[in-house]
């Protein structure tokens, strides 16, 4: 685990995009692999409520197991208003606001550094430049015209 991978930062990337597509709130990513001897990097968001909780979660599992890594282990004692999942290099701590601030992870770990989300999540140039290339397909429009002469004729007019 020392010697962060670049599969432990890509795994970092698969997991704030699948919280992010799920609406998880305030994102923070946190390079502990200096402070810590069990894991690199520390996932922490926030939910609105327990069904948005366990919405994040399953998300997160889908992402996971459908890429070539698998969880360690996951608490989630229900209605605790707080979720983890251990994928060996990376912890994901999923909270309500409420446990997230009472629990102050990022104060714990204030000696680690921030990674940036925004940075995490940003298409990568050459990906964006294929798409800005690739040619859209969009169904030819008929004009209003031709749409009532269309009609007619189906009509049998």
Request: with cysteine; charged share 30%.
């Amino acid at each position: 685990m020392k010697g962060k991978s670049a599969n432990s930062l890509n795994l970092v990337k698969l997991c704030c995009r699948a919280l992010d597509e799920k609406k998880a709130g305030d994102l923070c990513v946190l390079d502990v692999s200096d402070q810590s001897s069990i894991t690199d990097y520390l996932i922490l968001a926030t939910g609105t409520s327990d069904p948005h909780l366990r919405a994040l979660r399953v998300e997160l599992e889908k992402a996971i197991d459908a890429s070539s890594n698998r969880i360690v282990g996951m608490e989630t004692s229900q209605e605790s208003g707080w979720i983890v999942i251990d994928i060996f290099d990376v912890m994901v701590h999923i909270f309500t606001a409420e446990n997230r601030s009472k629990y102050g992870l990022e104060n714990l770990w204030k000696d680690a550094v921030e990674v940036s989300v925004s940075k995490l999540l940003a298409v990568p140039k050459a990906a964006s430049a294929k798409a800005a290339k690739a040619p859209r397909k969009t169904p030819a429009k008929k004009t209003p015209a031709k749409a009532v002469a269309a009609k007619r004729k189906k009509a049998g007019k």
